[in-house]
């Protein structure tokens, strides 16, 4: 594999081997940034003196044999709300551009840098997350790698494009309602949404404080476990070796197969029955999760941004102010209801899981639309494009379950497929994953 598409860990090896060095990895990534990223529109800000002396600082600990870090000279990048020193973190909005730069990185980003991973810069992203789609009104719609006249995906969007583009390895993004999953999916790469409240979120400006998450995307399963395990104290990486024997894996049903291109439902089916699903099992009441958590995200994300509505409102993104107002306008009695319906639907899911280990879905019903696509037409009816995107997602993340989302090869465009595992049960998810990686059922294909 070119350097352009070798993943994290295989350039830290390298780098550590001194087959190649850290200053030659950075400046073949920034040089690829440079030509390429016009196209696509993933960075918002490039940090390229800073990736230069981290380079230059791990090809220095090589040398006098002080140990670099496991991921030493491997380029990557974050969405634009995760904190980076010196940056201002705009969290793709126009008003956040007067706020002041952040004083030191996010927890994560510190981590994967300790780790000797290199930052080369912060990424576009639907205005305040709040969107599937990354058409941003300030700074431009990021684009498919597979087809420039579709989506990324969102909200995580310039995430999903950076990797699937091969203009770095490993990124970082954010998930409310599958901002993680649905790039990954469309730009067909492997994505990463943990249980809620594993990852740290200091230094990350929030959406919805009681659904948010953070997690990474990346082209092989091995890059997903390794920059996990570097954000958080229980180590997957040891499970990519296991095996599936004794899990107990179920294809959903129901609402999992409703409204959707064959394709996507063909995807996951493909993935069930390489790793020897047994059953079909229909999760209880999801399509009202899925209106519960739309609920809730929208009041919580209005609560943030309430001072800046009333008085800066011709500065928002015109989709997210309105829906903003609209969520700020509803009555308390409404949130607590969508609330109440949470606790009982994770209860209603905890029951599912006590008969299965991995529950096997799509990721999302239909292939990446088009930029400025404002409907999808399915045989089942007419729905609203961005939207629609996330009616797979949204049902797992309001009670916080661990999802990985992996691509499945042979289609015309991207196709992801989420295994959905317990809260904190991590474990068997890259345990199916890297199964199913091995075997060739999921797997990153290069764009071009």
């Known amino acids: 594999m070119t350097a352009e598409w ?6 830290a090896e390298a780098v550590r081997s001194r087959r190649s060095s850290a200053a030659e990895v950075i400046e073949a990534a920034l040089g690829r940034i440079e030509r390429e990223d016009a196209r696509y529109n993933c960075f918002t800000a490039v940090v390229a003196a800073q990736a230069r002396r981290d380079a230059a600082r791990i090809d220095a600990d090589i040398a006098a044999g002080r140990d670099p870090g ?11 709300l995760f ?3 010196n940056l201002t973190t705009l969290a793709g909005s126009k008003i956040n551009r007067d ?19 290199v930052l080369l810069g912060a990424l576009n992203m639907d205005e305040y997350a709040y969107g599937f789609t990354t058409e941003n009104t300030h700074y431009g719609p990021t684009r498919n790698p597979h087809d420039l006249s579709r989506s990324a995906g969102g909200s995580s969007g310039g995430s999903g494009a950076a990797v699937a583009a091969g203009l770095v ?23 990463l949404k943990p249980t809620f409240g594993r990852v740290s979120r200091d230094g990350v400006a929030l959406f919805s404080a009681t659904v948010d998450h953070v997690g990474p995307l990346a082209r092989s399963v091995r890059d997903l476990a390794c920059a996990y395990d570097l954000m958080q104290d229980e180590p997957v990486s040891p499970t990519l070796a296991q095996g599936i024997g004794g899990l107990r894996i179920a294809l959903a049903a129901g609402y999992f ?29 999801a399509l009202e999760a899925r209106a519960a958590a739309t609920i809730i995200t929208g009041a919580e994300g209005a609560g943030l941004h309430l001072k800046n509505l009333r008085a800066r409102p011709g500065d928002f993104d015109p989709m997210t102010r309105d829906r903003f107002l609209a969520a700020a306008l509803l009555p308390a009695s409404i949130y607590a209801r969508a609330q109440a319906m949470r606790r009982a639907y994770r209860d209603e899911v905890a029951a599912l899981f006590k008969g299965i280990d991995i529950l096997v879905a799509p990721t999302t019903p239909i292939a990446a639309p088009t930029i400025g696509q404002d409907t999808v ?21 309001i009670i916080g379950l661990p999802v990985i989302s992996v691509p499945v090869p042979g289609y015309a465009l991207p196709r992801g497929v989420q295994l959905v595992a317990a809260p904190n ?3 068997v998810l890259f345990r199916a994953a890297s199964f199913v990686e091995k075997r060739g059922v999921a797997a990153f294909t290069s764009p071009r």
Do not use: M, W
């Not at 070798?6 to 350039?11: L, M, S």
């Not at 490993?170 to 994505?191: E, K, N, Q, W, Y």
């Not at 996507?264 to 209880?284: D, F, I, N, Q, Y």
């Open 169 to 191: 390895p490993l990124t970082l993004g954010t998930d409310t309602g599958g901002s993680i999953r649905v790039p990954a999916a469309l730009c067909g790469i492997f994505g």
């Open 99 to 117: 706020n002041p730069p952040a004083q030191r990185d996010a927890s994560v980003v510190a981590a994967l840098r300790r780790a000797g991973a």
């Open 377 to 397: 037409s399915l045989s089942s009816g007419t729905f609203p494009a961005r939207a629609h995107v996330g009616r797979y997602t949204i049902p797992f993340s």
């Open 257 to 285: 197969r409703e409204h959707a291109e064959p394709q996507a439902v063909e995807a996951a089916e493909r993935v069930a029955e390489a790793l020897g699903a047994r059953s079909k099992v229909t999760v209880p009441h």
């Open 425 to 427: 049960r991590e474990g």
């Open 83 to 85: 904190d980076i020193a």
């Open 6 to 11: 070798a993943d994290a860990v295989g350039i």
């Open 70 to 80: 496991p991921l030493a000279g491997a380029p990557f990048a974050v969405k634009n």
